[in-house]
């Protein structure tokens, strides 16, 4: 895992205190292997030696998001069936794997009330800084206002939130080694995040916490998550969903 920097020049003064006190980020002044740093008045995520790798940064009014707020297939897509959001609007789900922050986005978009549990501090300050950017905007105001951040280990806010209606879990999976090249995107998240090597401890805590159901989002060729099989599968175009349920979502 990357030791968490953070390029505090052209930063506001208070706003690079800000990120370096709650997520505990480390100041440099000179850029090296992966960082962040301050471009177009948003917080962004460079490597010092791969300038075709591109800036990363979470935007919930990007033409992407947007695009997939209204025409991602709303209540029919397998995320919201997993979740049982075809069948109750407000629910309240903790994400317990956030990473950017994408599925806590679709989720929050479908009316859930959705809590972003982010463990690595690079990765949680980039989400921090897109829903500060989401209050801004009039088109995602009120979708920023159904997202928390909680910046923990998941396997800790597993223990210490209260009760979800879902809990939703994304752990990091390696690709397979016979795979086509990962996207530019999920190479650098490897490098900065690493591997969930606690992936199969989350279940049995988040079954606890959970009133209704956890979800578990995988890859089409791997195994449910510790051993245990689930009662409902929801097959997506790339993924599948293995849900756990204890009780009919009310």
């Known amino acids: 895992m990357s030791i968490p ?8 003064a208070d706003y690079a205190a800000l990120l370096v006190g709650h997520f505990g980020l480390k100041p440099i002044t000179a850029a090296s292997g992966w960082y962040l740093c301050w471009a177009d008045q948003q917080l962004v995520l460079r490597h010092a030696d791969l300038p ?6 979470v935007d919930f009014a990007s033409a992407a998001a947007s695009y997939r707020r ?5 209540k029919d897509e397998a995320i919201a069936k997993a979740c049982g959001l075809n069948k109750k609007r407000d629910l309240h789900i903790v994400d317990a794997t956030a990473g950017l922050g994408r599925d806590a986005l679709v989720l929050a978009s479908l009316g859930a009330r959705v809590t972003l549990v982010e463990r690595n501090p ?7 800084d897109g829903l500060r950017r989401a209050t ?3 088109a995602t105001t009120e979708l920023a206002g159904r997202m928390q951040l909680y910046f923990s280990p998941a396997l800790k806010a597993l223990t210490e939130l209260p009760a979800a209606d879902v809990v939703y879990l994304d752990p990091m999976f390696p690709p397979r080694e016979k795979s086509a090249l990962v996207k530019k995107e999920m190479r650098a998240f490897h490098d900065v995040v690493g591997s969930d ?3 199969d401890a989350l279940l049995a805590p988040a079954l606890a916490l959970a009133q209704y159901r956890v979800v578990v989002k995988r890859p089409g060729y791997a195994e449910v ?6 009662q ?3 097959k997506g175009k790339n993924n599948r969903f293995d849900v756990y349920i204890k009780q009919a979502i009310k």
């Open 197 to 199: 090597t606690d992936a």
């Open 52 to 57: 075709k790798q591109g800036d990363i940064l």
């Open 225 to 230: 998550l510790a051993g245990k099989a689930p």
């Open 70 to 74: 209204q025409f991602g297939g709303g």
């Open 122 to 128: 690079m990765v949680a300050a980039l989400l921090h």
């Open 232 to 234: 409902l599968v929801v």
């Open 136 to 138: 801004l905007e009039s």
């Open 5 to 12: 920097t953070i390029l505090t020049n052209e930063m506001p």
